[in-house]
């Protein structure tokens, strides 16, 4: 598509005053810095005026999107980038010498630069995309030109960033449509592409509307009709003081009839000379417009009821302070008129929704301004209040509004917005520029919704139960099955769901979600505003409304996807902060119905594959104790929980807790179902799992053998389930030094799971991640990283960076990168060495500190990587802290798998090796004897 640091920028042109009709084009991608180019056009363009350099301004208004391929927004990789560009090896193109010489002078201009563009970055929607490999250079070496960290810019208002496969030089060379940077990169051209051309279309409308100052400008109280005559009489007074001889605007205003004033007003505005003014028609939030009042009866009819059980009147539809604007509107044209309004279906002229402020530092700015603070950047208090307030300036205005006059600290006021919201409302002061409270301005919202539509307050009511973001349908169609008939109704279908969001989102109370988030096979959601949400929780829900509460664990619990679900790890994402909502409601001590006690495992099912285990082990803990009560202790539903306690006492490290739920669950499933059904293989398995990880390597592989016997006569050879008892016989026998035949397990596992679920599913890359550790084990470094690339890259994706299973990929790199450095200095290359186990230290303390966050600092995971710290700072010379962590990880791992663990054994022999290295070799000889022993029994 275009050579190296090339941007791709998305444009689209219309008519101007000045200017015939545009084309729609994208522009093509830049040369080499091109993307600089383009941020010093787009910092030009902001800056000129309007009226004037029409050219130039044109080009930020007709600017929608933006790709950085590769620009160095930051420099290059620790060196003079201007320098180093001329030297990469496929760089022969003619670079522009001033921008070198900038680069050369350490990239102050590229800061400055930076500085510039990131107030205006939010008008775009921007991609960073960066390379992935290094690039030749002339001189035979390879170099990572333009580091993620000068690709990507931290902070950017909406803006993304893109990994592309390839080096500087080949990240936009793609040989075909298959290629995947070509697929990436048009993905998000699309998705940028589809709302460009609306997007760009009211920019220069607006462009056109302020072209010139405003010969007046006039401002009208429209929330009910009798404020507005009373606003229509304040600007024929200021009328009058200016054009005192307007003679029927001054027999109006003597006459005290309004009627009479809106009349004298609207014929002034009429006026040809008066052919440049703005009037604004503030809140007028009731509309009462002909097609919306009988759309409103063909949707919603008399069909809705009152929770008495009334039928709903037209009377009660129509509100007493509704009325309509038009008759109020100038009749001729040649000025300007902003309406505002919460409702949606104020169809007159073109619609411009306000959304929030998007760049916190707006919202701290108007905190400090109210509040008459400073520094609040350095406060976190005052950091965390600005976020929860969401860029909504009358929640960030009343809030600053509150502190002014008091010694009140940002940290007392956030404990008091959390714990006392409604009174410190009510006590907060009204704003003079704003004739509402904050809370009072949804509660007129409310009213409307209610009159309009039962359903839609009825949802809006239910959301205090979940959390404020992405509701979507069929989460709540999870639930319909006993529920009200307001509920059953609302969620039949999407055309009734879709009618009831619509009322909500008319008033301003509710938004759709953009197209942009991933939602796999289920539909978009529905979102609310932090504000909104708690003025939800803390006003329309006075008390605790049981009966909705558990409505919503219902949908939560009862949409908990199984592991064998395509894309499951995307619902669960989505499903993790509802959860979180029924959770606080669970452990206050609510009691589900009678037959629904498997509620709370699936939500520890759900915690436990985020790596939440301390909350699964709750959920489990009181499924456990409902299934007891209501089944008994046999019952196989019971022995499902007893057989997942076992997993997560696995994973906590707590392997003798572990041992005895699975023979528990075993012995359970064997009297209930026999030894061949796929509940009992399932729980051989795992049994097979535990004591590999307790070095019963033979016993592990009794229990493999089992499990993949029952399961291929039960399923299949190719089944999911028999592919994951193939998998854990490969990490058996690459235990075990069979690596030939692990390989041959991890090869038909692969292949059996990509057809299955395909590349980017998680059981899929926990089987590439094998294949990294075996590739590691037999020297084939480069076919190891490019496993552990892929399983770190699509595990990011899909649990994000902080789930254990990412932490294993990032612990294995350590690893890897830590054998290259051996290797580069068996070779003598001393500087590659150094470079090398530098990045292994990195991953081995990202690895750490989340398993330290996640499980503990003596969990088995935790203390592995504590050991390969040690190993990496025995290669760096830095002896003294390599025993330390040899130490820790020996007292944990004795403390947790015994004395005689292979695992402790390894680190045992580490430690010998160590006592050797520093000439203590009465304690080195001691070690490697106590090693040897062990292993010699294994």
Not at 88 to 110: C, T
Request: proline fraction near 3%.
């Amino acid at each position: 598509m275009a050579s190296t640091g090339s941007v791709i920028s998305f444009h689209k042109t219309y008519p101007t005053p000045e200017y015939s009709r545009g084309a729609t084009m994208p522009t093509p991608t830049a040369p080499a810095l091109g993307g600089i180019i383009v941020k010093s056009a787009l910092i030009h363009s902001d800056t000129a005026r309007q009226g004037a350099l029409h050219e130039h301004r044109s080009i930020k208004v007709a600017t929608h999107g933006i790709i950085f391929m590769g620009t160095p927004h930051q420099g290059g990789n620790g060196v003079q980038l201007g320098r180093l560009l001329a030297n990469v090896a496929s760089l022969f193109v003619a670079a522009d010498d001033r921008i070198l010489q900038h680069l050369e002078r350490d990239s102050e201009w590229l800061q400055q630069q930076l500085g510039q563009y990131g107030p205006i970055s939010g008008d775009f929607i921007t991609k960073f995309a960066y390379e992935e490999y290094e690039t030749p250079t002339a001189f035979g070496h390879t170099i990572m030109v333009v580091p993620r960290a000068s690709a990507v810019v931290p902070g950017q208002a909406d803006a993304e960033p893109i990994v592309i496969h390839a080096d500087h030089h080949r990240m936009v060379k793609f040989f075909s449509k298959e290629d995947i940077g070509y697929v990436t990169i048009s993905e998000h051209l699309q998705i940028m592409i589809s709302n460009a051309e609306s997007n760009v279309r009211s920019r220069w409308e607006a462009e056109a509307r302020v072209a010139e100052e405003y010969s007046a400008t006039i401002w009208l109280n429209a929330r009910d009709e009798t404020s507005l005559k009373q606003s229509f009489a304040r600007a024929a007074n200021r009328i009058l003081r200016e054009h005192q001889s307007v003679m029927y605007v001054r027999n109006a205003v003597d006459s005290q009839d309004l009627d009479e004033i809106v009349r004298a007003v609207k014929r002034w505005l009429d006026q040809p000379h008066n052919n440049n003014w703005l009037v604004v028609y503030d809140n007028y939030d009731e509309p009462k417009l002909d097609h919306y009042e009988e759309e409103s009866v063909h949707i919603y009819g008399t069909s809705q009821r009152n929770p008495d059980g009334g039928v709903v009147g037209q009377d009660e539809i129509a509100s007493s302070k509704a009325f309509d604007i038009r008759p109020f509107l100038p009749e001729i044209y040649h000025g300007a008129i902003v309406i505002t309004t919460r409702s949606s279906t104020v169809d007159i002229g073109q619609q411009v929704p306000v959304g929030k402020l998007k760049n916190i530092d707006d919202g701290l700015a108007i905190l400090g301004s109210m509040s008459n603070r400073q520094n609040l950047k350095q406060d976190a208090a005052a950091v965390k209040i600005a976020g929860l307030l969401d860029g909504l300036p009358l929640a960030l205005s009343t809030a600053g509004a509150y502190l002014k006059l008091l010694t009140t600290s940002w940290a007392e006021y956030l404990m008091l917005y959390q714990k006392y919201w409604l009174r410190l409302q009510k006590s907060s002061p009204k704003l003079s520029s704003y004739d509402r409270a904050l809370y009072s301005t949804w509660n007129i919202s409310y009213a409307h919704v209610k009159r309009h539509n039962l359903s839609s307050a009825n949802l809006l009511r239910l959301w205090a139960y979940f959390d404020k973001e992405d509701l979507w349908f069929e989460l709540l169609q999870s639930g319909r099955s006993d529920a009200a008939l307001w509920f059953q109704e609302l969620t039949q279908d999407r055309l009734n769901f879709d009618q009831v969001m619509r009322v909500l989102c008319d008033h301003g109370l509710v938004e759709a979600d953009p197209p942009t988030k991933e939602c796999g096979a289920e539909s978009l959601g529905y979102s609310i505003h932090g504000c909104v949400h708690s003025w939800i929780i803390n006003v329309l829900t006075e008390g605790t409304d049981e009966e909705m509460v558990r409505l919503s664990i219902k949908c939560v619990g009862f949409h908990v996807p199984a592991q064998d679900e395509t894309g499951y790890w995307i619902v669960q994402g989505r499903l993790l902060l509802h959860a979180d909502r029924c959770a606080e409601m669970i452990n206050s001590g609510l009691e589900p119905d009678d037959g629904d006690e498997w509620i709370t495992g699936a939500f520890g099912n759900l915690y436990a594959d985020q790596g939440r285990l301390k909350d699964a082990e709750a959920m489990y803990e009181r499924a456990l104790q409902g299934k007891e009560k209501a089944w008994g202790p046999e019952h196989t539903s019971t022995l499902d929980t007893v057989n997942n306690l076992g997993i997560l006492y696995a994973d906590q490290g707590r392997l003798k807790d572990a041992e005895a739920m699975y023979k528990r669950a075993l012995q359970g499933y064997e009297k209930a179902w026999g030894p061949e059904h796929t509940s009992t293989l399932t729980t051989v398995n795992n049994l097979g799992i535990l004591y590999a990880d307790q070095g019963r390597l033979k016993d592990a592989e009794a229990m493999y053998e089992r499990a993949v016997q029952g399961y291929e006569k039960a399923w299949g050879p190719e089944h999911t389930s028999t592919l994951d008892i193939v998998n854990n016989l490969g990490l058996l026998y690459a235990d075990q030094g069979r690596l030939k035949d692990a390989k041959a397990m991890y090869d038909r596992a692969l292949q059996g799971k990509e057809k299955a679920w395909g590349p980017e599913h998680t059981s899929t890359l926990a089987t590439v991640n094998n294949l990294g550790i075996l590739y590691a084990d037999q020297g084939r470094l480069k076919d190891a990283k490019a496993m552990y690339d892929r399983a770190l890259q699509g595990k990011e994706k899909v649990w994000g960076p902080e789930h254990t299973s990412t932490l294993d990929t990032i612990n294995n790199l350590g690893l890897l990168y830590a054998d290259q450095g051996r290797v580069y200095a068996d070779q003598g290359r001393l500087y590659a060495d150094q470079g090398r186990l530098k990045d292994a230290e990195a991953m081995y303390e990202r690895a750490l500190q989340g398993y330290e966050k996640a499980w503990g600092p003596e969990h088995t995971s935790t203390l592995t990587t504590v050991n390969n710290l040690g190993n990496l700072y025995v290669n760096q010379g830095r002896l003294k802290d390599a025993e330390a962590m040899y130490d820790r990880a020996l007292q944990g791992y004795e403390k947790v798998w015994g004395p005689e663990h292979t695992s402790t054994l390894d680190t045992i022999n580490n430690l010998g090796i160590l006592y050797k290295n520093q000439s203590r070799l009465k304690d080195a000889e001691a070690m490697y004897e106590r090693a040897l022993q062990g292993k010699e029994k294994h």
